[in-house]
């Protein structure tokens, strides 16, 4: 069963119906058979993988703790680790791996036939093998006693939000939390439901139309020039970080309603400053399972460096096959590790760099220049991860640095005029109207001025000028084409100046907004203190790059995709980012909570209604599933 | 507690209430804009508009859609649909009979596509505009067609005949582009009382070419597959009781096609079989007329569209011919 299927709508509030009706001691039976009516609805035969896991694991786990002696214990592990990764081999990785061999044969002129195995892969295996393995590894070392309840290790290990696609949970946090006695919470309820909400808008909003250009340029490498597959590669950055995290969002948002805390999975991780704080980031408890199973085993950073990196690049290597059973994914995940390694090795000359240059006193613009810096790196290693082969990933990369290829992109010669435009024109306008009034008026009047006071009198103005530029601007520009009056300005650059001035003038309006806000909401105040202005500046640059991109995609028939559609990303994405940053992390109170009831209806009206407008509901599978 | 739980009721049920409220304008805007456009729907609107005046009206497929201008047939209606099947047909019957239409005369297609395969899925040409079928199917009627309906599929199924603005944001802002004036000059030229106006005409130039279009054509609707669903020929059976049940007198259509066609749907299969085994039953019926024009234009190609549809021209011709045929059964005065 999908998050985003009617089929889950019904089943949801059933489950939840009877969750909260049956005495508490009775609960994990109904979490049980949610869990695996959820899981068999998608492909009922695949029940016997998740029982063998969780049986295997139950069993070993409890075998473990009735002996003393090492060998016993080491059979044991060997044992329950030989069935579950070896499940996780036939379905997921058999045929690669038979192929790779094949491959390698070849090469020293040896016949090989390689399996074809014609296996359907079953969803979620590498999520709930991981937890069971870790679960396992956890009693093998005495970090956790083994779980007597044979029906609630079945519900740790199946617990329907985080089945499919995590987070991958460890015992130590979740199997305490079945015995918990949890009461319907109406406040906890709505923050779940909130963010369930949100996870949709994020899957079938945001992800699922930006899928529609990723799979469209991807699909078909050779056809574009450089600058599509920029865009297409940048879009994937965010598709697959909105689809994933939107999935997290609504499995921790389902578990929270029901009184669950599930590990956090996501922590902005574009915003990292660096390779070791993406993955502290991304996909938290992947990357600390690898860590704490794989890593530190193997030795971590306690050995030797050659050692040290070599850790690493397996621990990545792993990482990248984990993702799918591809070359392309394993040269994905080595370029990740490669990354870290280098960052670890230059990280003198890098600190002598930013002492040299003075880097250090300008905090602002060196946090910006290393968050800059690392998210190009780790978008470039995305179209590893996206491309359908390496020969395809290397003709995009190839096309990246050729300026040839980048300079014939349809970007520098169409700018399509469009209505919305016209609209941000009259934006411009009252926008340095209005900072006029406001930088020339700025005493201590100003503070109770009705302007800034009253929102409604302010966006009433805004909207009126807005208006009534746009008629006039509407006229102008139809003056100017159809009378000739500026010979000498093609198009082209009429559009492109006019594009630099909708950017200024959205920034100019922001800031106002923004820091009317800010100097209005003691709550506010209060909770984002000193940071306020880094916060500010954070999401300026975030919607300046969205509305340079915006622009950038204006020419937007080679990209598989409708205006519209494109206007809706957009949107979207600006939503995005405002919720982003004011709704989400910052401590653990959310700023709209603070806001009164009508400012946040209409911002939760609003998401639900560009849902359900927008959202693509083909029930389009979440792309961490198929991991 | 009973203060925050009286909180928690009265904030739930506002939101919920106001967002009700918006999703009902919403589709309001929407069916309102967009849908009332939409074929189906005007064409809907227009029966109505006509109700106390039509007594004649013609059921079938895009086959008696682009064939039957009934500017030419007195009192008459072209009711049919793209892909129409015989449990659409039934439904679509069902629903004028229970809505008051005082009719005289029902046409129905037997048309060599009437009972093939693409058409039996019965329920998946059902998904298609569900906000448009809600008004003629009943949850008894879907349960009935679709043994397998589960449940969520009926949750899904009312959601989306509902709320039909669902995931048509695009559609929903596309439509400003649109003067109305473009709307109804487009309207206009496709609708003259439900006939579907197809402006081309079929290459006479060369026969190969025909011949070639046919054998396409046919290979796709009719290779390897069955040519004749049961479940559909239970649903014209239903249809005849219904007409039959109402008083009405049933004609049967044989519209138009191409020797090219003809020809190459005999490599599939056995035609007078086909024809047995309708009418062994539609005999068992009173007041049933059968119209036989699937050879009566063969070669005359600047009458086709395509090999199995009329042109604007042919479909004038056709028309003409089939109000003297009524007209000569005494069918029409």
Redesign the interface.
């Known amino acids: 069963m999908l998050f985003n ?3 889950f ?2 089943f949801f509030p059933t489950v939840l119906l009877l969750y909260f009706i049956v005495p508490h001691k009775y609960r994990w039976i109904i979490l049980l058979g949610a869990s695996y009516y959820f899981y068999m609805s998608w492909k009922a035969e695949y029940v016997f993988l998740l029982l063998t896991s969780t049986l295997s694991i139950y069993l070993g786990a409890i075998a473990i703790t009735k002996t003393d002696k090492k060998i016993q214990k080491r059979t044991i592990i060997l044992i329950c680790l030989l069935i579950n990764i070896g499940l996780l081999f036939i379905f997921r990785y058999l045929n690669f791996a038979s192929n790779a061999i094949g491959d390698l044969l070849q090469i020293i002129s040896i016949e090989f036939n390689p399996i074809e195995l014609n296996l359907l892969l079953p969803i979620g295996i590498s999520f709930y093998t991981f937890q069971a393995v870790g679960y396992l590894l956890d009693v093998y070392w005495g970090k956790i006693k083994p779980e007597k309840h044979f029906g609630i290790f079945a519900v740790f290990i199946s617990f329907f939000p985080q089945l499919v696609a995590g987070p991958i949970e460890r015992a130590k946090n979740l199997i305490p939390q079945f015995f918990e006695k949890h009461k319907f919470d ?1 406040n906890r309820a709505i923050e779940g439901a909130k963010l369930m909400l949100w996870g949709f808008f994020k899957k079938l909003v945001i992800a699922d139309s930006l899928a529609i250009i990723v799979d469209h340029v991807y699909s078909d490498v050779n056809s574009f020039t450089a600058f599509p597959l920029m865009l297409a590669t940048l879009f994937f950055a965010i598709q697959i970080y909105c689809d994933f995290s939107g999935y997290t969002d609504i499995a921790i948002g389902a578990a929270k309603i029901m009184g669950f805390q599930l590990t956090e999975n996501f922590k902005r991780p574009y915003f990292s400053r660096s390779f070791q704080a993406f993955w502290r980031r991304w996909h938290i408890t992947l990357s600390s399972w690898f860590r704490d199973y794989i890593y530190i085993p193997l030795g971590g950073s306690k050995t030797s460096k050659p050692f040290w990196y070599g850790n690493i690049m397996i621990v990545f290597l792993l990482g990248g096959l984990w993702h799918g059973a591809n070359w392309t994914f394993v040269i994905w995940g080595g370029l990740y590790g490669l990354y870290l390694v280098a960052f670890l090795q230059t990280r003198n000359i890098r600190e002598k760099f930013v002492r040299v240059t003075r880097l250090n006193r300008l905090q602002n613009f060196h946090h910006v220049l290393q968050v800059s810096i690392t998210f190009i790196m780790l978008v470039f290693a995305m179209v590893f991860f996206r491309a359908q082969s390496i020969s395809d990933a290397i003709h995009v990369i190839n096309k990246f640095f050729n300026s040839e290829y980048f300079l014939s992109s349809k970007l520098f010669f169409v700018i399509k005029p469009m209505t919305f435009q016209m609209v941000l024109i009259g934006i411009l306008i009252s926008a340095l109207i209005i900072q006029f009034a406001y930088v020339f008026t700025r005493d201590k009047q100003w503070k109770y001025n009705i302007f800034q006071k009253i929102t409604v009198i302010r966006w009433v103005i805004y909207s009126t000028i807005v208006l009534a530029i746009f008629f006039i601007f509407n006229y102008l520009l139809s003056s100017i084409y159809s009378r000739n009056i500026f010979p000498s300005f093609s198009k082209i650059s009429l559009y492109g100046l006019q594009f630099l001035f909708i950017i200024a003038t959205l920034l100019i309006i922001l800031l106002i907004e923004f820091d009317i806000l800010i100097n209005k909401s003691k709550n506010l105040q209060k909770i984002i203190q000193e940071k306020e202005l880094w916060y500010k500046w954070k999401l300026l640059i975030l919607v300046m790059i969205t509305l340079l991109l915006w622009g950038l995609t204006l020419s937007y028939e080679y990209l598989g995709i ?1 205006q ?2 494109i ?2 990303i957009f949107i979207s994405l600006l939503i995005g980012e405002v919720i982003y940053l004011l709704e989400t992390n910052i401590k653990s109170k959310t700023l709209l909570s603070y806001r009164p009831i009508w400012i946040r ?1 209409p911002i ?2 609003s998401i ?3 849902l ?6 083909e029930k389009t599978p979440f792309y961490y599933i198929q991991f | 507690m009973r203060k925050n739980k009286k909180k928690m009721f009265t904030e739930s049920l506002t939101f919920l209430i106001i967002l009700l409220l918006l999703l009902l304008s919403l589709n309001s805007i929407y069916y309102n804009t967009n849908l009332r456009y939409y074929r189906p729907n005007v064409l809907d609107t227009q029966l109505y508009v006509n109700k106390d005046n039509i007594k004649i009206v013609f059921f079938g497929d895009c086959q008696t859609q682009t064939a039957i201008n009934t500017s030419y047939i007195y009192r008459s209606f072209n009711f049919a649909s793209p892909d129409e099947n015989y449990a659409l047909t039934y439904y679509k019957l069902l629903k004028l009979l229970n809505d008051g239409f005082d009719l005289d005369i029902v046409v129905l297609p037997i048309d060599l596509n009437a009972f093939y395969y693409k058409k039996a899925k019965v329920w998946e040409l059902f998904e298609y505009l569900p906000w448009y079928w809600g008004r003629y199917l009943s949850y008894s009627d879907i349960y009935h067609m679709k043994d397998d309906a589960s449940f969520t599929e009926l949750v899904s199924w009312e959601i989306e005949s509902r709320f039909p603005f669902i995931g048509q944001g695009e559609e929903l802002v596309e439509f400003w582009q649109y003067t109305s004036t473009e709307r109804n000059e487009k309207l206009n030229k496709d609708f003259v009382i439900g006939f579907l106006v197809l402006d081309g005409r079929l290459s006479s130039q060369d026969t190969n070419f025909v011949t070639n279009k046919a054998n396409d054509f046919v290979k796709n609707i009719f290779d390897e597959k069955s040519i004749f669903n049961e479940e559909l020929f239970l649903y014209f059976r239903k249809t005849l009781d219904l007409a039959e049940k109402h008083g009405l007198k049933t004609v049967l259509l044989k519209s138009p096609i191409t020797k090219e066609y003809f020809d190459a749907s005999k490599e599939y299969f056995d035609i007078d079989q086909y024809y047995d085994k309708i009418f062994n039953l539609t005999d068992q019926y009173n007041d049933i007329y059968v119209l036989d024009y699937q050879d009566k234009y063969f070669g005359e190609y600047f009458m086709f569209y395509d090999v199995a549809r009329l042109n604007t021209q042919g479909a004038k011709v056709f028309s003409e011919q089939v109000n003297e045929d009524f007209k000569k059964l005494y069918l029409t005065d």
Do not use: P
């Open positions: 299927s009617i089929h709508l019904v109406y409708t519209t559609r206007n809706v209806w939760y009206y639900i209604i560009i359900l407008l927008f959202g693509i509901f």
